[in-house]
Every structure is written in C-alpha cells, then in structure tokens.
C-alpha cells in the first residue's frame, strides 16, 4: 500500500514511481504502465514501437502522463481483476472509498474498431464520497513533436502531425493550453469514464457511455479468462505461473505474431550507468524462449503465430554478414532498427541516456540458431508438425551453422567490447544441429544427417576441451578463459551434460560461490570480463531461475524450492518482473521482462513435476 493522489505534478512532486510501482494493460498491439497512484506513465500508440504518447516515466517534465485518482491524500492499492489483465487501482481516504479500473478492449485484427485502440478509465466510488482529479497532458513523439487540442462536442482532440487521440469523458472537461483537465466528486455507486481513442481517417471520435464501459469491462474480462482457460498448469504456483503467462500475452503483437522483448525502453539496468536500451522489438532468443514456455503450458495459437512470424521474415539465403538470422526485427517484421538518443529526455530518475532503435541488431550471436530450432522442434512435436518448406528452412539454418559455428560472436548478453568464442554460443549451436538431427529421425525427414552428427560431435568435443578450465574446475565463459558466466546454467537445461555430471556439479559449485548472493545470480563480473559498457549491474532473473532449474536437475529439490520461492519474493505487488534486481531488491531494466517470465513458468514447470 502506498500514499498517492492524481496529479503529483500539481503536488510539487516531480518524481515519478518506481520501476516496479507499475501494473500493466494492453490490447494485444500496444501497453500502457499504471502507476500505483493511477497515473499512466507510459503509452505508445498505435504500436509496441510507436513513438510514445505519455512517457514520464522518463521525464516527468517532457514525457507527458494522464493522472487519474484522489484529489485528496489517499492511500493506494493495485491488483488484477482474477484472471485477467484488466488492472484496479483502489484509492483509501477519510471519507470513502474509489478505484480507477484500467483495460484496453481486445477487438480482432481488422475493421475500424481495431484501429481505435481504446484505452478505458472507469472510476467507481465504492465506499462513503470521494473527490478525483484528472489531468491528460500527452507529449507526441517521446515529447519533441508540438499539438494542438481543441474541445467539440465534449470531445477533446489531440493532433499532432502524424497521429490524434479523441478523450471522451462522461464528465464535464476543461482545456489548460495543451492539456485537458477535471476535478469531480462521486458519492457511493457512481461512476464517471475516460477512453482515449485513436482517430482519423474512418475512425472518428465516439464516446465511451457507462453503459458501454460496463459492456467492455465485461467483454474484456471474458476475453482474458477464456484465453487462461486453456492452460494445463495445476502445480503449485498457479496465480504467479498464469500471471506470467497473462503478461507474455499482453507482449505478443496479435497481427504479427510478434512477441516483444519488454515494452519499454531505456529502463536503467543502474541509475546512472550507461545500460538503458531499447526493448521493444522482436529478439528471436527471447521470443523462442516465449514459444517453449507458452507451448509447456498448452497454449499453441501463440507458437503457431510465431512460426508464421519467422516463416515471413526469415530469409535463410539472403547472405547477411550476421547470418541468415538478424538477432532482432520490428515488429512488423523489418529489420533495420537504427539507435539514437533522445537528448531531450531527462530520463527514468534523472537517468540518461534515453535510447530508441537498437544498435545490437547488427550483432553476430550464434546463439539464436539454437533457440529458434529448439523452439521449432518443440512445436513440431507438441503443437503441429512443421511443413515441408519449414523443414526447407530449418536445412538452410542447420546447413549455415555448420559452415560458421566455430567463429567468435558478441553473445548473448550483447556485449560491445568485441567478439569472443562465448561457449553458450558454441552450446546452442550443438542445440541447433541436434535438435535438426531429432527431428530427422522422428520425421523421416531429409537431412544431410552424416555432416550434421559430425559437426554436432565436433562441438561437443570443442566445448570440453576448450571450454573447461581445469584451474576452476568449471565451465567458463569463453574459450581459453577462466571467467565464469551464468549463461552455461543452460548446458544441462539443454540436454548437453547430464545433471550429475561431476564436471557438471563442479561448474553448479563454482557459480554458486562466484554468481550467486542469496539465490539471486549475477549474469557474470564485468570487471573480471569487461563488456565494452560502463557502470555495473544488478542480478539477472533469468539467470536466477535457470539456477532453480539447475538445482532441480541437480537433484536439489530443497534447495531449488528455496531458490525459487526467494525470487518470488522480488517480484513487484502484481506478480510483475523487470529484467534485473538491484543489491537493495529493487527492480531494475525494462519492465515487464518476458526473459524473466517465461523462466519463472519454466521453473515452476519443472520444480514442481520433481516434487511430485
């Protein structure tokens, strides 16, 4: 619970929320953060990767916000309607009791009601009488393009060059210059509305009436609750398993297939450290990752999009220096995403730099090629066998990592102080040949079988020799080092080692003892491997839970469970993870993760099929 009020911007308050003082709503095509004063911080529309309309949460000053809630001190707590992504902020005073309830209809994929985006405020006072403030100050194009708003109809317009939000409200607004404002006063079972609608072309202003806010409200629940319905999982961490599942959807780019890294963009990995990117794009690790963890769950319609996704973008002959596979794409599927800063962004707390676009697109990492085919694999056994001009592909694919695996590459954890022969790289290129090699075998399917089992025991053979390091008894990061990298948590993940391998055991001992503070784990020491980036970093979570999982395969059901159970503990009061957690248990980075969610199903899957 938190002490809040609408508008901290007329309250002197200038500094927005903590990372992790957020919940989540989105339509399946973009997202809006909710802070736990009712303060949406951070929308982009249409898109994942539009411009941003309200983006304070990296400039309180620049960035634009719609403030909703108490005009009097209240204090705040947020929670999701059960099983579903409609988000409730409830607001606690003197003399009754509110809440603001936050959702985004999900419409299909086409007609002019798709084009809307809708975003929904319903206020509803619950309790006794309670005054409210609004305030919907937007800053077109992360707050360097101008607008103009003009009132009609009870409509208010926001135009920028290239884009218009109408907000309807079904109490009366003003105009303050660029913004439009209200203060109203609701006794117990009232109600008021917002909705913000894009506008233009076909899709003109339309106001959102209670009755009609009732009727999305409803339709919306329905929508969420039916899709969860189909998850298999009944273990014992259902409500942070199926909260986990309900985000990686709010991540999925329905008319694509796309799935998002994160929906944000230069959240610090350190306040004042120089790790802020860009997230909003398409990584083909983090969304295979997605697909395996969605597809143990039951859900196939999310892996099929996804392989439909790849089928159109990926061009396994185009000759690329970084392979057949760029590492990042749009979400529509292109593939240059050039990295700027955006100077006049003061950034999350003062914070900068504020970057868009990603210049690690350009980066060779190997590691791909096995996400993406244990991913394919994965759904051709689960879900639906792949087609033959998929197999075509996946040949290409396998056929290019035997020609080009044994060079070095920046890695998966895009460092930019150049390349090195990563082993994680080298482990997921064995992946990627082996799980062709399954599928072969399984199928029937034509495959140049001896150069690809050649190849596969070529790598295997590499990794034990160069890739362990009798000095620390351990596998490292890199060929020839002595680092040690949390990444090779995934040799046993990934079927490489046996899970009691004494050379195994050994590598799990000295991670613990190099990575590990309180079962949270470090990604690696940049100052024993320095990454070409300044400042440090908090702990990785993805890294933490494939610890769990490592201790599980380990045969260390206690202390896995011990492990995983800390770890909920860092999650925000929604269930909801950033990328990293700092040494005070702050989170950290780009927010929500789906790297970080996705580990926590596989974890949960995995830990509780070994507890029985």
């Known amino acids: 619970m938190t002490d809040a009020s609408s508008d901290r911007y007329r309250r002197g308050d200038a500094r927005c929320p ?46 634009g916000a719609f403030a909703l809630g108490a005009a009097v001190p209240a204090r705040t707590k947020q929670f999701y309607f059960p099983d579903t992504n409609v988000l409730i902020t409830r607001f606690f005073t003197e003399d009754g009791v509110g809440e603001v309830q936050d959702f985004m209809p999900v419409t299909g994929r086409d007609g002019v009601e798709a084009e809307r985006h809708r975003l929904i405020r319903r206020v509803v006072c619950v309790r006794g009488s309670l005054p409210f403030r609004v305030r919907v100050a937007p800053r077109f194009a992360y707050g360097a393009r101008a607008h103009t708003l003009r009132m009609t109809d009870d409509v208010a317009v926001f135009a ?12 009366a607004m003003e105009t303050d210059g660029l913004d439009a404002h209200a203060e109203f006063k609701l006794v117990e079972g009232e109600s008021a509305v917002f909705a913000l609608d894009q506008v233009g072309g076909e899709v003109t202003p339309r106001g959102c009436a209670r009755a009609e806010a009732e009727e999305q409200f409803n339709a919306t629940v329905a929508y969420w609750r039916h899709w969860l319905a189909a998850s298999r999982y009944r273990g014992r961490w259902r409500e942070m398993v199926h909260r986990s599942a309900l985000t990686l959807k709010l991540l999925t780019y329905a008319p694509t297939g796309a799935i998002v890294a994160a929906p944000t963009t230069s959240l610090p990995e350190q306040l004042g450290g120089d790790r802020n990117w860009d997230y909003r794009y398409v990584w083909v690790r983090d969304a295979a990752f997605c697909v395996y963890a969605l597809l143990r769950l039951g859900f196939t319609d999310e892996a099929e999009a996804f392989m439909e996704f790849v089928t159109r973008h990926i061009s396994p002959g185009d000759g690329r220096p970084s392979g057949p596979l760029q590492i990042m794409y749009g979400i529509d599927g292109r593939t240059d995403l050039p990295e700027s800063e955006l100077t006049h962004l003061g950034g999350h707390h003062g914070s900068a730099p504020v970057r868009i676009g990603n210049a690690a697109a350009e980066q060779l990492q190997l590691d791909i090629y096995g996400a993406l085919i244990d991913s394919i694999y994965l759904y051709d056994k689960w879900a639906r066998p792949v087609s033959s001009d998929q197999w075509d592909d996946v040949c290409a694919l396998v056929e290019w990592v035997c020609d080009h695996w044994d060079q070095p590459d920046e890695g998966i954890w895009e ?60 596998f490292v990061q890199h060929e020839d080092g002595e680092v040690l990298d949390a990444a090779v948590l995934m040799m046993p993940l990934t079927k490489f080692i046996a899970p009691t391998d004494p050379k195994w055991l050994s590598t799990l001992d000295a991670l613990t003892h190099d990575l590990v503070s309180d079962s949270l784990v470090y990604r690696y020491d940049p100052l024993a491997s320095p990454d070409g980036l300044h400042g440090a970093e908090g702990t990785f979570s993805i890294c933490s839970f494939w610890y769990v999982e490592a201790l599980v395969h380990a045969g260390r059901l206690d202390e896995a469970r011990l492990a995983f159970e800390k770890m909920l503990t860092y999650a925000n009061h929604l269930g909801l993870y950033a990328e990293e957690i700092s040494h005070t248990g702050e989170q950290q980075g780009n927010f929500p993760q789906a790297f970080t969610h996705l580990a926590l199903i596989s974890a949960a899957f995995n830990l509780d099929r070994a507890l029985g």
């Open 18 to 63: 903590e990372v992790a003082e957020h919940g989540l709503i989105g339509d399946l095509s973009t997202v809006a953060l909710v802070g736990t004063d009712g303060t949406i911080d951070w929308y982009c529309c249409p898109c994942f990767d539009s411009p941003s309309v309200f983006a304070s949460i990296l400039d309180t000053e620049r960035g």
């Open 415 to 474: 460092t930019r102080g150049g390349r090195k022969n990563f082993l994680y790289s080298r482990l997921m290129c064995w992946v990627a040949i082996e799980r062709a090699i399954r599928m072969a075998h399984r199928r029937g399917l034509p495959a140049d079988l001896p150069r690809w089992q050649e190849c596969r025991d070529t790598i295997y053979r590499r990794i034990h020799s160069r890739g362990w390091s009798p000095s620390r008894r351990a």
């Open 160 to 171: 920028s060059d290239d884009l218009s939000l109408a907000l309807t409200a079904t109490v």
